[in-house]
Nanobody, 126 residues
Framework: QVQLVESGGGVAQAGGSLRLSCAAF????????MGWFRQTPGKEREFAAA????????YYADSVKGRFTISRDKAKNTVSLQMSDLKPEDTANYYC???????????????????WGQGTQVTVSS
């Protein structure tokens, strides 16, 4: 089992930046990929970015491409999401997710992730 703990949410003005971090604990040797998803009330969870754990590979939703950067630190078992040029529509609860190995990895498919953090709120004011 893997436990994920997010940190770094908060309030930013449009055009500003925030950095989210996610620390993984437990059986981190089973992790194959890590992702960030976001959700607003009444809407489905939306993919933002993902990274392969043991191989090269970073993936982004079109809505965040060029503004968000995902990175991982295997030595520290952390994954981060640097968010720049924030927009009011980026306001959401952001969730860190982890996937065990096996099968085809579809980074944007939230149903393919096995572990989830508790979420951290990001609010962008105009």
């Amino acid at each position: 089992q893997v436990q994920l703990v997010e940190s770094g949410g908060g309030v930013a003005q449009a055009g500003g930046s925030l950095r989210l971090s996610c620390a993984a604990f437990g059986r981190t040797d089973t992790i194959d990929g890590m992702g960030w998803f976001r959700q607003t009330p009444g809407k489905e969870r939306e993919f933002a970015a993902a990274v392969r754990w043991n191989f090269e590979g970073k993936y982004y939703a079109d809505s965040v491409k060029g503004r968000f950067t995902i990175s991982r630190d295997k030595a520290k078992n952390t994954v981060s999401l640097q968010m720049s040029d924030l927009k009011p529509e980026d306001t959401a609860n952001y969730y860190c997710a982890g996937r065990k190995g096996g099968g085809v990895y579809l980074p944007g498919d939230h149903s393919g992730y096995d572990f989830w953090g508790q979420g951290t709120q990001v609010t962008v004011s105009s």
